[in-house]
């Protein structure tokens, strides 16, 4: 090998390691924006910096009560969505107190009540620690969750622990303060793209039926001998008015609630509901800007990918899911993708259709769809369409 080619393989392994890295960086960035993933981050922390057997979070559903959804560790779902209020078991102490408590061997101590003893020896748990999750709320701090490190024994955290523990809380509770902002930015981005669309609408089609709308009236007032094309007229008039008010109800059903918007802002809503729903990560990317659709066509796909996220919540125990939306082959494609064991169900009832009818579907519009079984086990959902001729 000359010096050149020496000097060529040094810059790309440079290069690729500095790749690496920023797509860790990228990696951690996402997590923090995402409250999900932030949260299921915190319990895998816990575990790690902590080394306990399991490290869960409750999140505060509403003052003074706390539900754990986001566990790492864990070898049953004994403690999977219980409700913790205020001033019961150990995370109710916490939220009563404000501050850390941990018990040697929970089914056995005094210092907390024991409404939970079912759920937390179904879990195999002796020892546990809890500590508050602080995060901004208005122009206070306020509690908004509970971080837990657990072991399957009885056994004693000290201060060491505490403060770890103390420290994994406090990088959540940044971590859900910069969610939250991310999540009403997009919002914000949502309401602005209802905006756009609505006056556009006004602009161009409101535009088009008003002038339609003078012509008409015109060429009525100037052909009133004429009877046959009068009543022509009016008919075309009467068309032209009920044009008009759908267009206007339209425009208000835009402004209040939930109408059909652009294909990645919708396609992101549905990731963002599934998210809420399960509790598992879904991102949505878009890969490249993809060519415009017509309405037919627009609601196939994003049909495509609600029934791929229906099918992940039914049957695959997916860890995460994450939604592509692409142009392909001169069209559009949306992929689904999960990490999970289950196998697709041709016939789950989802929007109406299981995937052999969104398959039926997509073909009459010259599209496809399928599933396949991935290699490294979950599954992967494509649908396909071609831009309108």
Not at 248 to 264: C, D
Not at 330 to 357: C, F, I, K, N, Y
Request: charge should be negative; proline fraction near 4%.
């Amino acid at each position: 090998m000359t010096a050149r080619e020496h000097v060529a393989s040094d810059r790309a392994a440079e290069l690729s390691a500095t790749l690496d890295g920023l797509l860790r960086e990228r990696e951690s960035l996402l997590a923090t924006l995402d409250r999900v993933v932030a949260l299921h981050g915190t319990a895998r922390l816990i575990r790690e910096s902590i080394g306990v057997h399991s490290g869960f979070v409750g999140e505060l559903d509403k003052p003074g009560e706390a539900v754990i959804r986001w566990m790492s560790g864990n070898r049953t779902d004994a403690l999977q969505n219980l409700v913790v209020p205020v001033g019961q078991g150990i995370g109710g102490r916490v939220l009563a107190l404000g501050k850390p408590v941990r018990v040697n061997d929970y089914v056995s101590s005094t210092a907390i009540t024991h409404q939970f003893d079912a759920q937390v020896r179904g879990e195999g748990i002796g020892a546990m620690l809890a500590v508050p999750i602080f995060s901004r709320v208005g122009d206070r701090t306020e509690t908004v969750a509970i971080a837990y490190a657990a072991m399957r024994e009885a056994a004693e955290f000290g201060d060491d622990a505490v403060h770890t523990l103390e420290l994994v809380a406090q990088q959540a509770g940044t971590a859900l303060e910069l969610a939250k902002i991310a999540e009403s930015k997009r919002e914000n981005a949502v309401s602005a793209e209802r905006q756009r669309m609505q006056s556009a609408l006004h602009d161009s089609v409101g535009a088009l039926l008003f002038s339609i709308g003078v012509q008409v009236r015109n060429l009525h007032e100037d052909i009133q001998d004429n009877p046959v094309l009068a009543s022509r007229l009016r008919r075309l008039e009467g068309d032209v008015s009920a044009a008009s008010s759908a267009l206007r109800e339209s425009l208000l059903a835009l402004s209040e609630s939930s109408p059909e918007r652009a294909l990645p802002v919708e396609l992101a809503e549905h990731c963002r509901s599934f998210e809420a729903r399960c509790g598992v990560p879904a991102r949505f990317v878009q890969l490249a800007p993809v060519p415009p659709l017509d309405a037919e066509r627009t609601a196939l796909l994003i049909s495509a990918v609600r029934e791929g996220l229906l099918n992940v919540e039914k049957h695959a125990r997916a860890l995460s899911v994450v939604v592509s939306l692409l142009p392909s082959d001169g069209g559009v494609q949306v992929v689904v993708a999960d990490d999970g064991t289950g196998e697709p169900s041709l016939e789950a009832p989802g929007t109406g259709m299981g995937l052999r009818g969104l398959a039926e579907r997509a073909a009459r519009l010259g599209g496809r769809v399928s599933v396949v079984r991935d290699e490294d086990d979950g599954c992967t959902l494509r649908a396909w369409v071609g831009r309108p001729s």
